[in-house]
């Protein structure tokens, strides 16, 4: 039986307040606090994150080159050979090209070293003799003041320098650390990752296995696209700013060439430090107006990889609309720095296409992909077992 409607003296003050609130704000009131939840609890994922960056930096570059090296070992598999030598194959390939783009690098400048050296002393004395006898109206003893002013400044923050100074030993003993991880990483996961990546699904509940696993599996599509896509932006920006300097004839153009190369995989900070580089080669070597002309080349190169390769191919390429991309690098720069940067693209690309496969439950129902693989990794490991024991009977026999 129903209760009576209750009288407006049994309605408490509580109850009575609730009901004069219009509906609307009492939605935006149940949308604010749930809000306010989900970005503390953010924020304090972050947080945690930049706790322990010095092991989590290393995976995800550890990721990213398993996805970049991982169709290597497949190309072995296919063949029919054993995983372990689809390991050694890749790791080798992605040794020895570092190691040509390296020696490259080193025997173009070891020849032409001494008289960079020597030309930069000569550059830098122009330029002082240009300040001291300049004709811009600044008189020469202003400029003397201006420098002993610096020399005081340096003189005055000696602790300042001394703790920065610490501070990169500190940040070298980081990078060590996480090289030495990063390839640890990369070898047990391009060794083990399938059964490393059930692990991780089995911390789900067991009814969620079928659409983490292929949310997961979709995921990690889009991150070997970015990888791929990368290299070819790179690629682009090394054989730009390699061929203006060649055209210009500013020597080293291969070894500069190289250096973008490299440095396009560290966003902004890469591309600004070797297109400094370049342009100041230049300086050296052919003059201000070659340098100008080399600095607009680094520029013009610089624009097309930001407004038309990073937002349209790899927009593409990722399916992240350009707006996104742009949107995600500057935010993961603001939230992490140059790391942030790095990784934002391939994150928000595989967060698209994990919502969107949650959203199509484009997975099949009823199967339990983590029960399905232990099974049969478990049969496969009672044949091994059977074989290796089959294959020792065999030699006893066949010594007796």
Do not use: C
């Not at 009288?7 to 606090?33: C, F, K, M, N």
């Not at 924020?43 to 996805?67: C, E, H, K, S």
């Not at 008189?139 to 990169?168: K, Y």
Request: glycine share 8%; net charge neutral; charged share 15%.
């Amino acid at each position: 039986m129903e209760e009576p409607n209750k009288t407006p003296d049994a309605v408490s003050p509580t109850e009575r307040a609730e009901q004069e609130l219009p509906l609307g704000i009492r939605v935006a009131a149940a949308w604010s606090w749930r809000l306010i939840i989900i970005v503390v609890a953010a924020g304090a994922l972050i947080w945690g994150i930049v706790q322990v960056r010095i092991i989590v930096i290393p995976l995800l570059i550890a990721i990213l080159l398993t996805a970049l090296l991982n169709p290597v070992v497949d190309w072995f598999i296919r063949r029919g050979l054993p995983r372990w030598s689809g390991v050694v194959g890749a790791l080798g390939v992605f040794i020895a090209a570092l190691w040509v783009l390296i020696w490259l690098i080193v025997t173009q400048l070891r020849d032409g070293f001494g008289d960079f050296s020597k030309r930069s002393v000569e550059v830098w004395n122009e330029i002082l003799d240009w300040v001291q006898h300049n004709t811009l109206g600044i008189p020469v003893d202003q400029l003397d003041d201006l420098m002993n002013q610096a020399l005081q400044l340096l003189e005055n923050n000696q602790g300042t320098l001394w703790t920065g100074a610490l501070g990169v030993a500190t940040t070298a003993t980081q990078v060590a650390t996480g090289l030495l991880l990063t390839i640890f990483s990369l070898i047990f996961l391009l060794i083990d990752g399938k059964r490393i990546w059930y692990w991780v699904v089995g911390f789900a509940p067991a009814r969620a296995h079928a659409a983490f696993d292929a949310a997961g599996r979709a995921g990690w599509v889009s991150v070997g696209q970015y990888v791929r896509v990368q290299i070819f932006v790179a690629f682009v920006d090394a054989v730009g700013i390699g061929l203006g300097a060649t055209i210009l004839g500013v020597p080293f153009a291969i070894p500069v060439a190289i250096l973008v190369f490299l440095g396009s995989f560290i966003p902004f900070l890469g591309a600004i430090v070797t297109g400094a580089l370049a342009v100041f080669i230049a300086l050296v070597y052919n003059g201000p107006v070659t340098a100008l002309i080399m600095l607009g080349v680094v520029v013009l190169v610089n624009q097309i990889e930001g407004h038309v390769l990073q937002p349209l191919v790899m927009g593409n390429a990722v399916r992240v609309h350009p707006l996104g991309v742009v949107l995600a690098v500057t935010t993961g720069t603001l939230l992490a720095g140059i790391p942030g940067a790095l990784f934002a693209v391939p994150i928000a690309a595989a967060a698209n296409t994990i919502v969107s496969v949650l959203v199509k439950r484009q997975w099949e129902s009823g199967t339990d992909p983590a029960a399905e693989f232990h099974r049969k990794d478990q049969v496969h490991r009672v044949a091994r077992a059977r074989a290796k024991e089959a294959a020792k009977h065999a030699r006893k026999g066949n010594i007796a």
